[in-house]
């Protein structure tokens, strides 16, 4: 009796975790598919700062949503202190 009773608990455990787990693929690709691409360009002539805001009307015109920038700074961009560019 308590086999059975505890093999009906499993089975039905396991049927919610499989609905369960359905329903959030069904939800993570109905969004995936709702967002549309991005395509950022990133290469090893990456523009500085100075760059971009010199030709604006030019990077705009570009087919990309976004463009990876070259910061002066390097590492210093990790520092929890205030970058002087002296």
């Not at 455990?13 to 359905?22: E, G, P, R």
């Not at 969004?31 to 030019?58: L, S, Y």
Request: with cysteine; hydrophobic share 45%; charged share 25%.
């Amino acid at each position: 009796m308590l086999e059975k009773i505890l093999m009906q608990w499993l089975y039905k455990s396991a049927i919610m975790a499989l609905c369960t787990t359905l329903l959030f693929i069904g939800c993570v690709s109905t969004q995936a598919q709702k967002m549309p691409k991005k395509i950022i360009e990133f290469g090893w002539d990456m523009p500085g700062t100075d760059f971009v805001k010199q030709n604006i009307g030019q990077m705009e015109k570009r087919p990309f949503d976004g463009l990876v920038v070259r910061l002066k700074a390097g590492k210093k961009v990790f520092l929890h202190e205030p970058y002087d560019p002296k």
